[in-house]
């Protein structure tokens, strides 16, 4: 089953950036991205926005796996 944690590391990967790398192009943390990618923590509604928008993509697909 496809999850937000798994949908990310999708994005992220497909980018062919590093944890890191997307850490620093948005201003975080990396062990906030790793949190989210392992599940362990879910973006807030602020961080999945900045994140759908980075990735050019809906907060829906990123959340629900839904395109529009």
Same mark, same amino acid.
């Given at each position: 089953? /496809? @999850? ?6 999708? +994005?992220? &990967? *497909? !980018?062919? %950036?590093? =944890? =890191? =790398? %997307? !850490?620093?192009? +948005?201003? %975080?943390?990396?062990? !906030?991205?790793? +949190?989210? /990618? @392992?599940?362990r923590r879910t973006p807030d509604l602020q961080s999945a926005s900045?994140? !759908? *928008?980075?990735? $050019? @993509? @809906? +907060?829906? $697909?990123?959340? &629900?796996? /839904? $395109?529009?």
């Amino acid at each position: 089953m /496809e @999850t937000i944690s798994t949908r990310i590391v999708s +994005l992220r &990967k *497909d !980018a062919g %950036l590093s =944890q =890191q =790398q %997307l !850490a620093d192009d +948005l201003n %975080l943390s990396r062990r !906030a991205v790793s +949190l989210w /990618e @392992t599940g362990r923590r879910t973006p807030d509604l602020q961080s999945a926005s900045l994140l !759908a *928008d980075y990735f $050019h @993509t @809906t +907060l829906d $697909h990123l959340v &629900k796996g /839904e $395109h529009s």
